[in-house]
């Protein structure tokens, strides 16, 4: 009999190790294991959003194919919220804009294959005068999850003296909440790397932002690329660096004032910026208008083999690792004659294999300037850091073709001013 029951008693702790072991499962895959990939209202709409708008982007985002490369979230950016609370202190959608409420608009949301993210700040009010968080993190982290949202983005206006000083202190209060709300909710830091996120946000948040706002302008892209450069050792699974929006096809105005000059990327730079967000492993959030735009900006957003890059599961940030200028100049300005102006980024993926960005970066405001132009650019194995010996298999990424096998280096011939040559580095075993 007490053989008997041994042998149940070891039956029984076996189902529930394996019981344990199931309702586990996937426990240490990180919300966020790859970067975010979605749209959002701000850069093209600011506060002239309604729930009609939002639907008619979610059935673009599907029409278009770029729910099938993996774009999922529908981000609400300022204004989707009242002026003030109602009487239980909860937060409201505006009813004349969203006269069905949040919670209508996930359901719609989810019943299309997306998921619905939303916009608050963590002071008192939003940027744009709407109804804050502050004081009210755990209530309105109940609210999210109550609505089913998915991503929440926290912005960092109307900030009290104390929350200027010690951002840190408020997110985390907020990061909290939210992961006692019962649902899981991407968490999105937007204090525009005042205080230097990158050190403190990647243990409360899944990504920060790490400068003030993007504007369709390449000036501005490259400001933004820079700040980036030695930031790449904070990035990696389940948080990320923000870089901000994808500015591919989104017409706008300097600094985002409606006054300002309208400005907008030429193609050659959205694929330069594309690709370069992409190698810094950054969230991939379209800010353009899903509803009107051409082929060539579908097409650039809607490349597999560049998203790839991107999602890879080993989730390293990419970096500059060579750096090459001529010339004299000054700020990038060529101040006589003929300049040069190059980088070389790399990015580690998965299986050994290597994404590489040969990049003219040419003068800082214009592609036409007559003292940039083509340019030859070299990685060498170097670059790697891998011995001449390896022998890779190089592929265009862009033009989707197989370049050959090269086994020392590479030299992409005649690159245009603000281009660049995407290339995917594939070892190949030799017998």
């Known amino acids: 009999k007490q053989a008997v029951m041994n042998n149940a008693i070891s039956v029984l702790l076996l189902l529930v190790i394996l019981i344990i072991t199931i309702a586990t499962s996937g426990s240490n895959v ?26 008619e982007i979610a059935d673009h985002m599907i029409l278009s194919g770029l729910r099938d490369v993996g774009y999922e979230y529908i981000n609400l950016d300022d204004c989707w919220q009242g002026n003030q609370r109602n009487s239980d202190g909860d937060l409201i959608a505006d009813p004349n804009t969203f006269p069905h409420g949040i919670k209508w608009l996930a359901n719609q949301i989810h019943s299309k294959g997306l998921k619905l993210g939303l916009y608050s700040d963590i002071g008192y009010k939003t940027c744009q005068g709407r109804a804050g968080s502050y004081n009210h993190f755990e209530q309105d982290s109940k609210r999210l999850a109550y609505w089913e949202v998915d991503f929440i983005k926290m912005d960092f206006c109307s900030t009290t003296l104390d929350e200027k000083l010690n951002p840190k202190t408020y997110y985390t209060q907020m990061s909290k909440a939210l992961n006692a709300s019962g649902r899981d909710i991407f968490f999105s830091i937007c204090e525009w790397g005042w205080e230097s996120p990158e050190t403190w946000a990647p243990e409360i948040s899944n990504m920060w932002r790490i400068s003030q706002d993007i504007y369709p302008q390449w000036q501005r892209i490259m400001e933004i690329l820079d700040y980036s450069k030695p930031l790449y050792k904070y990035a990696g699974p389940g948080h990320w660096n923000d870089p901000d929006m994808i500015e591919v096809g ?49 097409d650039i957003i809607a490349n597999h083999e560049i998203i790839e890059v991107n999602q890879d599961s080993l989730g390293k940030q990419g970096r500059m690792v060579e750096s090459i200028t001529k010339g004299i100049s000054l700020s990038g300005y060529c101040l006589i004659g003929k300049c040069t ?4 980024w790399t990015k580690e993926l998965e299986n050994g294999e290597y994404a590489v960005v040969l990049f003219n970066r040419g003068d800082p405001t214009t592609e036409t300037s007559s003292s940039f132009t083509k340019e030859n650019i070299t990685i060498t194995w170097k670059n790697l850091s891998k011995p001449a010996a390896i022998a890779f298999q190089i592929k265009d990424i862009w033009e989707h073709e197989v370049l050959g096998i090269y086994t020392s280096n590479f030299t992409a011939v005649d690159v245009e001013p603000h281009a660049v040559r995407m290339l995917r580095f594939i070892p190949v075993l030799r017998k």
């Open 341 to 344: 102006n190059i980088e070389i």
């Open 250 to 298: 989104v017409k706008g105005n300097i600094f985002n004032i409606p006054w300002m000059p309208e400005t907008e990327l030429t193609k050659r730079e959205s694929e330069s910026h594309f690709s370069l967000w992409c190698m810094l492993s950054s969230p991939l959030i379209l800010g353009n208008d899903l509803r009107n735009i051409p082929t060539w900006v579908n």
């Open 30 to 55: 990180p919300l966020g294991a790859t970067p975010p990939m979605g749209w959002n209202s701000w850069n093209q709409f600011q506060c002239n959003i309604t729930e009609e708008l939002i639907l």
